[in-house]
């Protein structure tokens, strides 16, 4: 009794060819739409290796990414709310940073105190360089002095 009722549910929900049309029209378009869905989610699966592999290529940062399912987007969400991934992100790329809505000022400001820091040992060296050349002369005009026998600190010969 019970197939038989199964048999009849069955029957009745399947769509009838009314008027000499065929079913091919309805099942070409469930197939259609299948192939949709399944090219949708390949674009987002897609889209999301790449994201995850370009975060991945920051260092340490490729263990913190937070795990998502086959054809799920990468959920930008988690990562703003891991402080230790948003930190490497917001250091390494702010074109990153602001896609992922995270600050991209971080990397312009560390840039910023890097080059600072460069112009800083640079003017340090240039002045070393002039300070050494400046001794490198005193040190030839006392030995000069010394040689022609006159006292480098008073200028007067020696002996007298």
């Known amino acids: 009794m019970m197939r038989h009722v199964c048999r009849h549910l069955i029957h009745s929900a399947t769509p009838k060819a009314v008027g000499g049309q065929s079913m091919s029209i309805e099942v070409n378009q469930v197939d ?6 399944f090219q949708e989610a390949s674009a987002v699966e897609t889209f999301a290796r790449r994201l995850e592999d370009r975060i991945g290529q920051i260092p340490g940062a490729k263990r913190l990414l937070p795990s998502r399912k086959y054809g799920q987007p990468l959920n930008t969400k988690a990562i703003r ?8 992100i917001m250091k390494d790329s ?3 940073s602001h896609y992922l809505g995270l600050d991209p000022s971080v990397k312009q400001r560390l840039d ?6 460069q112009d800083a040992a640079d003017r340090m060296a240039e002045l070393t360089a002039k300070a050494a050349a400046e001794n490198q002369a005193a040190r030839q005009r006392r030995e000069r002095s010394f040689h022609a026998g006159i006292n480098p600190t008073t200028g007067r010969r020696h002996g007298y």
């Open 81 to 88: 709310e891991n402080l230790s991934l948003s930190s490497l």
């Open 94 to 96: 702010a074109e990153l």
């Open 32 to 37: 259609e739409a299948i192939s949709v869905a």
């Open 112 to 117: 910023a105190e890097k080059q600072a820091r």
